[in-house]
């Protein structure tokens, strides 16, 4: 029998592993997903397609589905060309770009950003966080059921499913430091210019979720919102 639905989650997510070694990156992200976009063609299946907000340059953030990419960094050039392979070899499709995914658990043994940083509070080890860069943090579980919605509907088309905020990295930080009843005060600023990363990061590569908003039941949440939810699903 054969699916009616094919998810492709599946990523080289490391950045500058994508930046360094460039072949694994594109074996992985764009061969790796012709070859399931393929096997959805063959199938008839649905083809959702998990993508990223690095495939835009962060000079301007809130980014709608309908604005040009230009990635800056190898790893967001293949997640546009697996895009650009979804819209040419697949009749029905989502590509849904996300950003910044966190949640109650490990995926796949990779430590999340929240996870990460609770884990350091707790220890009431120091923090230093980036101050000059913005995204759209996303709660893993919204995006499971946003992702749900969109396969038992077959919606297809570009939508970005993220957190429905435009928050910077430490701002973000220090809010999931109040939530969980934790010392802010060990959260410090830092600019990019302090780490010494093998790929350039968007500045600005927040998400504007109005289509998601107005499309879908389960809609994106308010960071807040997001986080409280979070609070609750720890284990």
Known sequence: MNPDVLVHAATLTDVDECETNKELAWK?????????????????????????????????????????????NYYGLTKLKAEELVQELVDEY????TSVIYGATPA????NFALW???????????????DQWNSPT???????????????????IYHLSGAARISRYDFAVLIASTFNLDPGLITRATSSEFAWAAKRPKDSSLNVEKAQNALKN???????????LRNEMP
């Open 219 to 229: 809609k994106p949440l308010p960071v807040d919102q997001a986080l409280l939810q």
């Open 28 to 72: 992985t992200n764009v061969e790796g997903t012709k070859n399931t976009v393929e096997a959805a063609k063959a199938c008839g299946a649905f083809l959702f397609y998990v993508s990223t907000d690095y495939v835009f340059d962060g000079e301007k953030g809130n980014y709608a589905e309908t604005d040009p990419p230009d990635p800056i």
């Open 117 to 131: 940083l609770l884990n350091k509070l707790r220890k009431k080890e120091p923090a230093k966080i980036v101050a």
């Open 139 to 157: 709660l893993n579980t919204n995006l499971a059921e946003m992702t749900l919605e969109i396969m038992q509907q077959r919606i297809t088309g």
């Open 108 to 111: 796949a043994g990779k430590i």
């Open 94 to 97: 989502c590509i849904a770009r």
